[in-house]
């Protein structure tokens, strides 16, 4: 197909491909990027929230021609039962700041942007060309791909797998494991297209400002699993996602589930007349630093969600993408400079750098948190949020009856439900969390 | 939240979506089978695009034409050989507008 040798392969153009196709020739390297969508970001889904600070250490300079949504001054979280939600929201105008710290994106137009950067910076870009297989020298070393293109193998002296969570080349080549069902969501998502005045006055929003729910409870049927609503700027993103393992046991249709969410008292006036342009699936990295496989070898390394480097508990996993692409980068141009090797030893350096890093630091801290929701999802997702709500339904209905009698309704409601599970539930959830 | 069944249906989802078919080159195969397993068989609630249904006489069967490449399919069945997961040819299958 291509007969010279390149410094670095990269496979994918989503976030942690394309950081690394930025970084890499940045720095003098020759790069050869491989996507088998039509176009970078065609094969790619997310919320999606793009967080600032990680895209400014690869394109400082991104908030000129980048393709942003809105910057998002408002999160709301929501607590949800049939047919009510508690909220906790928090605005403040301080997001109206001169580089806003985070924004919300649609992909295939971002990925698009992001990886004519890289091609604007040297990286070699091919797209409709699926990656069929790494090659190996006869002491297992990496040393190319193959593709469905015509032609030999490409070399290159390293392999930068951002194949994304449901990458297949990784696992074939036996790097990393297949995900299990109880380390990846199944999310599904729509695209609601409306005027932009319209978003903006459903969401109490002025022009560019935007606003996040991310909601959990009964809408996920008893199951680990949250909602969501993104505005972008004359679309609205909806989705819901859960565990794989808990979409198996329970039989459940996601798109069912998501049909059910848009039709929430407090989610359908909000999509209202709206003119659906897409309807998506993707899966979602959710176990977190145990599900973490070796991210480095003789001749490769994995970024992103291929490495399942995703946050579950703070919905972060594009930074994470990010990072890992940059910090690929970097440290390849780093053992290249000292005209070493692409060994494991070297390569090393990498895992080094994300372990330094919040990356590896932030999946840590929540290591236990991905088998607590496992195990915990009937309590957390059914039980609590209905007796939250019920405990603000005695809190705010006025009826004559007494406030010491509805209080104690509130924590008669609580101990039958828990008991002393309640204590437990809250060690366990402070443990995880700390 | 009763999850009802008057819902919008999958396939009309799909309508909106843009896809290049790879005609006669499915992604995605399901091997021969007498009985499904249980994972087989969920995917027939479970598959997001509806492209897994039980025929007649018990077996599940795949059409993939509307298949959004999520992979769910893959996690739960491909260990066992029931299914066989590649990805379409370069430039051919769902190609998200918006993602």
Not at chain 1, 347 to 367: G, N, P, R, T, W
Request: overall charge neutral; aromatic content about 8%; some cysteine.
């Amino acid at each position: 197909m291509i007969d010279e040798k390149f410094d670095a392969i990269v496979i994918g153009a989503g976030m942690s491909g394309n950081a690394a196709a930025n970084t890499l020739p940045a720095r003098g390297l020759k790069v050869l990027q491989l996507e088998r969508g039509e176009y970078p970001g065609s094969k790619n889904v997310q919320g999606g929230i793009l967080y600032a600070d990680m895209l400014e250490k690869i394109i400082p300079d991104f908030r000129i021609d980048a393709p942003l949504e809105r910057r998002l001054i408002e999160q709301r979280f929501w607590f949800m039962t049939d047919r009510a939600h508690t909220g906790m929201h928090y605005r403040n105008d301080d997001f109206n700041e001169e580089k806003p710290n985070r924004y919300t994106i649609i992909r295939s137009q971002f990925d698009r942007w992001f990886a004519r950067e890289a091609q604007a910076k040297g990286s070699i870009l091919l797209c409709e060309t699926t990656v069929v297989e790494l090659i190996h020298d006869a002491y297992g070393k990496v040393i190319g791909v193959r593709t469905d293109r015509s032609g030999g193998p490409v070399h290159a002296d390293v392999v930068v797998l951002a194949e994304g969570v449901n990458g297949l080349l990784g696992t074939r080549a036996e790097l990393r494991p297949r995900p299990a069902a109880a380390h990846v969501a199944l999310a599904v998502k729509e695209m609601h297209f409306l005027p932009a005045e319209t978003i903006e006055a459903r969401f109490n929003l002025k022009a560019d400002e935007g606003a996040v729910i991310e909601a959990a409870g009964t809408i996920s049927n008893g199951m680990a699993g949250m909602g969501f609503i993104y505005t972008n700027k004359e679309s609205i993103s909806v989705g819901i996602g859960c565990l794989v393992s808990d979409f198996a046991e329970n039989e459940t249709s996601p798109a069912q589930l998501l049909e059910a969410f848009k039709r929430h008292p407090s989610v359908a006036p909000l999509i209202a007349g709206s003119e659906v342009k897409e309807y998506a699936a993707h899966l979602i990295p959710e176990g977190g630093f145990k599900a973490v496989p070796q991210l480095f070898g003789d001749g490769w390394v994995i970024c992103g969600d291929a490495g399942q480097l995703n946050n579950a508990v703070h919905r972060e996993g594009s930074n994470l993408a990010m990072t890992s692409g940059r910090m690929a980068g970097e440290a390849i141009f780093q053992i290249k400079s000292r005209k070493d090797k692409m060994t494991a030893d070297n390569l090393s350096l990498y895992k080094k750098m994300l372990d330094e890093s919040f990356v590896m630091k932030d999946l840590k801290k929540h290591k236990d948190m991905p088998g607590l929701l496992h195990t915990q999802a009937s309590n957390l997702f059914l039980t609590y949020p209905q007796l939250v709500s019920k405990a603000m339904e005695n809190f705010v209905r006025v009826d004559g009856t007494p406030k010491i009698d509805k209080e104690k309704d509130t924590v008669r409601r609580f101990r039958k439900a828990r008991g002393f599970g309640l204590i437990g539930d809250a060690i366990r959830i402070a443990r995880a969390w700390r | 939240m009763a999850v009802e069944a008057q819902f919008q249906k999958v396939e009309e989802k799909l309508f909106t979506n843009r896809y290049i078919v790879d005609s006669g080159q499915p992604h995605i195969v399901v091997a021969p089978h007498e009985k499904p397993s249980k994972n087989l068989l969920a995917m027939t609630h479970l598959c997001p695009a509806g492209c897994y249904s039980k025929s007649e006489t018990g077996q599940v069967e795949l059409t993939a034409d509307g298949c959004l490449e999520c992979g769910t399919c893959r996690v739960l069945c491909e260990e066992s050989g029931e299914i066989t997961w590649n990805y379409p040819r370069g430039g051919y299958g769902i190609l998200f507008k918006f993602g």
